[in-house]
């Protein structure tokens, strides 16, 4: 099995941004997501068609790699940028 191609935007993600952790995830009977999220909550993704290649790429970017959400510090990155929630912020819509 060859080494999967890295998508130019996860690149740039991970050497761009500091403390950089990935997480795993299915989203589809054949697909995964790759998520990065830094330091700071900012975050990009890319969708690959196995686990393994996930994992891969993760290595190859020098990142920490978290199976799902199994460190939930992430998470609470992630949502301190929602600005959904935020009084006033943006409204979804309806």
Same mark, same amino acid.
């Not at 761009?16 to 700071?40: M, N, P």
């Given at each position: 099995?060859?080494?999967?191609?890295?998508?130019? +935007?996860?690149?740039?993600?991970?050497? @761009?941004? *500091?403390?950089?952790?990935?997480?795993?995830?299915?989203?589809? /009977? =054949?697909? %995964? @997501? /790759?998520? /990065?999220?830094?330091? *700071?909550?900012? %975050?990009?993704?890319? !969708?690959?068609?196995?686990? +393994? #290649?996930?994992?891969?790429?993760? *290595? #190859?970017?020098? !990142?920490? !790699?978290?199976?799902?959400?199994? @460190?939930?510090?992430?998470?609470?990155?992630?949502?301190?940028? =929602?600005? %959904?929630? =935020?009084?006033?912020? #943006?409204?979804?819509? /309806?």
């Amino acid at each position: 099995m060859t080494a999967p191609r890295i998508p130019a +935007e996860l690149r740039r993600f991970a050497a @761009d941004h *500091e403390a950089v952790d990935a997480v795993i995830q299915r989203i589809g /009977l =054949d697909t %995964w @997501d /790759l998520l /990065l999220v830094d330091g *700071e909550g900012n %975050w990009t993704r890319g !969708v690959f068609p196995a686990k +393994e #290649q996930c994992r891969e790429v993760a *290595e #190859q970017l020098g !990142v920490s !790699v978290h199976d799902g959400w199994d @460190d939930e510090s992430i998470a609470k990155r992630m949502n301190r940028r =929602d600005h %959904w929630n =935020d009084p006033g912020g #943006q409204r979804r819509a /309806l």
